[in-house]
């Protein structure tokens, strides 16, 4: 597991955050300050930091090829958490999908793309907004970090750093991901990328969020309901909705999967029902987890990689807790201007 550490230092605008922008609670831009050891990485905690400028005209290649740093700003996955989405759009159809469907099929699915939301998403997000419009300023610095070895751990498949942020607040050095934990406005979820002490931290944190039955755990679903396809994203400033922002809630990334086949199934582009869809996966390739526990004891290479849809029954009953599986984390590619893969700091 990694025990290297890379250090960002820079700022987070606050007003990105809804209600006043677009940015839900477990993503974020951050502005990377421009210094000669504003990006920085040591190989243990016996080794000093050393600047990096290995970002620096470089690429991600994933699902995407996409600049890591642009104009200036660094778009952070908040490790370990999941909050509830604000603005999920059903993803594009693929190349197979697209074969022969006909024309009214691709713009019955075309109508029903819209960007969905469930319950609690905008709350978290007007929660985050507010805890760090308590500073009193438009923008604060912050720390982004991350336990990696090397460049190629850093980003996932959509060019996004995988890590915490760190910010003072009224005189308190918080970290954000665990602050929305403790408060109730997001779930433990982790990936294969994660160390074991990230993983028991959260555990711990969410532990007690959820003996306190706070939001996310008061509203956790056990089966899958309908789809709700009046429920979208908010408008700027739409505060409204909050009156009423509280439902069930069944785990985010099961809910980006059942919002991809609701839109294939109302614009019937498909005839699966959800249990094929997700066993499946999109594109051919099923999620791959761990159970956590499997994870913990024997490690990603020695684990048994079981397929997401195994903790689902008949597209309705959940099996599983937010915190109980490790997803595997897409693969993708640092690669420097002359297209090789960026192999050290």
């Known amino acids: 597991m990694p025990v290297g550490l890379l250090e960002v230092e820079g700022t987070i605008e606050v007003k990105q955050f809804w209600p006043e922008g677009r940015s839900d609670a477990d993503t974020t831009k951050v502005v ?76 019955a699915y ?10 609690l998403g905008a709350t978290a997000s007007k929660a985050l907004h507010d805890f760090l419009g308590n500073s009193g300023k438009p923008a604060i610095a912050c720390r982004v970090f991350t336990h990696v070895n090397a460049p190629n751990e850093v980003f996932d498949t959509y060019g996004r750093l995988v890590g915490d942020i760190e910010v003072t607040v009224g005189g308190h050095t918080v970290d954000i991901n665990h602050w929305l934990v403790v408060q109730g406005f ?5 990936y294969s990328s994660m160390n074991e002490d990230e993983i028991r931290a959260f555990l711990a944190l969410a532990k007690t969020a959820r003996s306190k039955k706070l939001p996310v755990w008061k509203h956790l679903a056990r089966t899958i309901g309908a789809f709700d396809f009046d429920l979208r994203e908010p408008r700027t400033n739409e505060t409204g909705v909050l009156a009423t922002d509280k439902g069930p809630v069944i785990p985010p990334k099961l809910y980006r999967r059942y919002t991809n086949w609701s839109a294939r199934k109302k614009a019937k582009v ?24 499997d994870f913990l004891a024997n490690g990603v290479h020695s684990a048994t990689p079981r397929n997401f849809a195994e903790f689902v029954e008949g597209g309705k009953k959940i099996k599983f807790q937010p915190q109980g599986l490790v997803f595997g984390e897409a693969p993708s590619t640092l690669v420097g201007a002359d297209r090789k893969a960026i192999k050290e700091f």
């Open 186 to 190: 997001a779930y433990p979820t982790f």
């Open 270 to 293: 498909t005839s699966q029902n959800f249990q094929k869809f997700l066993s499946e996966g999109s594109g051919g390739k099923p999620d791959t987890c761990y159970v956590i526990d």
């Open 32 to 107: 990377v300050t421009i210094a000669p050891d504003a990006i920085r990485f040591r190989k243990n905690d016996a080794s000093p930091f050393q600047p990096t400028h290995v970002f620096e005209g470089a690429k991600v290649k994933g699902r995407t090829a996409t600049a890591p740093i642009k104009n200036g700003k660094l778009t952070v996955r908040l490790q370990g958490i999941d909050a509830p989405e604000l603005h999920y759009q059903p993803s594009p159809l693929s190349t197979a999908e697209k074969k022969g469907l006909s024309d009214a099929k691709r713009q």
């Open 110 to 119: 075309h109508e029903v793309t819209h960007s969905y939301r469930q319950f």
